[in-house]
């Protein structure tokens, strides 16, 4: 845990000398106030709203938006022919019945003709794999975006995304060991919102120095009331992924003035989360 400690600070070090980054310059609303959570704290839909529905589908990005969560996630990946779609895995094997293949290696015209649907319903038949532009339609104005790059160019989604102005709007799921990522965020996008993950919370202090985040990514591997109370001292929030999903959990994640919660489960926590206002 040290070393890995020792090799992020010295990678931030190097990338961006100096305690005082230029970025925070560029970046000068670190510590606005960020969107209000509509029930005391974010609801992600992981995947979108997918108990029944295609995930990673616009079906199940508009049903988070009809339950009133803050934030879908979606997970973007490139095709051959440099197109960005939403899909979790890099293949299609799980999801199309009888089909095999990288993402990468289909071209988007291929992935758009695969039915992801049947396989979780005969009504959810011909549903598509959404392309990121389609989402972006989807949600502006509606509902918050937690984009976790899985496989495409950053530049090119910041040129995508300013078309429809929702700078503001994106959390850049981004691993703080990925500084590289980072800065060619913040540097094409100073008005964009990076949410790195530093891992564990002896990482927070050293992160948080050198990358204008709001938001601080984790899981409950590396949750606790300290890594919470670290992130808060520092001006950044933090979101994590639910393990149990259940509601001893979701309040124990509360207990520690976590600000959000990304779930599969949508609609049970926002019902949970009404109970105890």
Not at 46 to 70: F, M, T, V, W
Not at 78 to 98: A, C, L, P, R, W
Not at 189 to 200: E, F, K, L, S
């Amino acid at each position: 845990m040290e070393s890995f400690k020792f090799i992020l600070v010295f990678v931030l070090m190097i990338i961006f000398p100096g305690h005082e980054s230029p970025l925070f310059a560029q970046n000068e609303n670190r510590n606005a106030s960020f969107r209000k959570a509509k029930n005391g704290i974010y609801v992600i839909a992981h995947r979108g709203a997918h108990k029944g529905i295609p995930e990673n589908s616009l079906a199940a990005y508009q049903k988070a938006i009809d339950l009133g969560c803050d934030f879908v996630e979606i997970d973007v990946r490139t095709t051959k022919d440099g197109k960005f779609v939403s899909m979790h895995n890099s293949t299609i094997d799980e999801y199309v019945k009888g089909a095999r293949g990288k993402v990468s290696e289909q071209t988007l015209a291929e992935l758009r003709s695969l039915d992801i649907g049947s396989r979780i319903g005969s009504e959810w038949k011909d549903t598509r794999v959404p392309t990121f532009e389609e989402i972006l339609k989807l949600c502006q104005g509606k509902i918050g975006i937690y984009l976790d790059l899985k496989a495409a160019s950053i530049p090119a989604l910041v040129e995508i995304i300013k078309k429809y102005g929702m700078e503001g709007d994106i959390l850049w799921y981004i691993p703080a060991s990925n500084m590289k990522g980072i800065k060619e965020l913040v540097t094409v996008c100073p008005t964009c919102v990076p949410m790195p993950d530093a891992g564990p919370s002896s990482n927070i202090e050293a992160v948080i120095s050198h990358v204008p985040a709001k938001m601080l990514a984790t899981d409950m591997g590396e949750l606790s009331e300290n890594f919470v109370k670290t992130a808060h001292r520092h001006h950044a929030m933090v979101t994590t992924d639910e393990k149990e999903g259940t509601p001893a959990e979701w309040t124990q994640i509360i207990e520690w003035k976590t600000d959000g919660i990304q779930t599969d489960n949508p609609a049970a926590l926002i019902e949970y989360l009404k109970t105890r206002k």
